[in-house]
């Protein structure tokens, strides 16, 4: 593998990480609907650029792929609102550690409900590492509804199954559009639904005064964590494979962590820690294939 190209996939990994607590830092300044409205429209005309460097089609082929589109996009309105009501109160190193780490574990999840394919014994033990790895990250010892929406962990895990149904949505597009056409178009029903609802607001038009490190934030988590970062990961998937690209998804969570602790001073957490562990240990374990024993010669 490329020493460059390696150092760029890692870049990526972390700058989704780094997304966390950027997105602290601007939860609470304005209404969610508003902070997502902007943060969609910047990402959808970042794209445009980009399809027209890289000479992706913009059109679809098919009725079919702009249903999809439109339920994509609204799927991702739905993980934005969120990600930022959760970080609202909640911790951002904890929250990324539980979304990052439980998304590949719901999303296995909900294709065995659903396709019924057979998983292997390693596959229900990396199950069942997942299961005690969220339970220990949410520390289910304190769980009450108050809790859970103080701390923001309520939130966070409806990002992790929002996440993973969306997930499933963009593997069926993958044989039919490129991974940014199909952003692009993510992006443009989620800035017309989030427009609707809080174009009224009087916050809508104040985000001008709200000065460079509102800016700055949405820059990156639009054209750093997101357009550079998310096509980084694609263009990886498909150079190196899904197998071994999404093995790099293990950087997010400690990326999520230790930039937090060092951007917001976020208390370090030792169940977040173990439980963290636990659920990528569960990811390597779901996503691993057993290795066949060759015969002696």
Not at 133 to 144: D, N, R, T
Not at 233 to 241: E, N
Not at 258 to 272: D, G, K, R
Request: hydrophobic fraction near 55%; aromatic fraction near 18%.
């Amino acid at each position: 593998m490329n020493l460059k190209f390696l150092l760029l996939l890692i870049l990526a990994m972390v700058s989704w990480g780094i997304s966390w607590p950027i997105g602290k830092m601007i939860a609470g300044t304005v209404p969610v609907s508003v902070l997502v409205f902007w943060r969609f429209l910047a990402t959808f005309l970042s794209v445009i650029p980009l399809l027209l460097v890289m000479r992706i089609p913009f059109l679809l082929k098919t009725g079919k792929d702009y249903w999809n589109v439109l339920i994509g996009g609204i799927i991702y309105t739905f993980y934005n609102q969120f990600f930022f009501m959760g970080l609202k109160n909640g911790l951002p190193g904890a929250g990324g550690v539980l979304v990052t780490t439980l998304n590949p574990i719901v999303t296995f999840f909900i294709v065995v409900l659903v396709q019924k394919k057979r998983i292997s014994k390693r596959q229900v033990i990396g199950l069942f590492f997942g299961f005690i790895g969220g339970l220990v990250i949410l520390q289910v010892w304190k769980i009450s509804i108050d809790y859970l929406l103080l701390s923001g962990n309520l939130f966070f895990l409806l990002c992790s199954f929002v996440w993973a149904i969306l997930s499933l949505n963009s593997q069926k597009t993958g044989k039919s559009m490129s991974p940014v056409t199909y952003s692009f178009y993510v992006y443009a029903v989620g800035s017309i639904i989030e427009f609707l609802f809080c174009f009224n607001d009087p916050s809508f038009w104040k985000v001008w005064d709200m000065g460079f490190s509102f800016w700055a934030s949405i820059f990156y988590l639009t054209v750093i964590s997101t357009t550079f970062g998310t096509t980084v990961y694609f263009y990886a998937a498909t150079r190196l494979g899904s197998e071994i690209a999404s093995s790099f998804i293990f950087i997010v969570p400690l990326s999520a962590y230790l930039s937090s602790f060092l951007i917001l001073n976020e208390v370090v957490q030792i169940p977040v820690i173990i439980g963290g562990c636990l659920a990528i240990l569960a990811v390597y374990l779901i996503n691993s294939k057993q290795k066949r024993k060759e015969p002696n010669l």
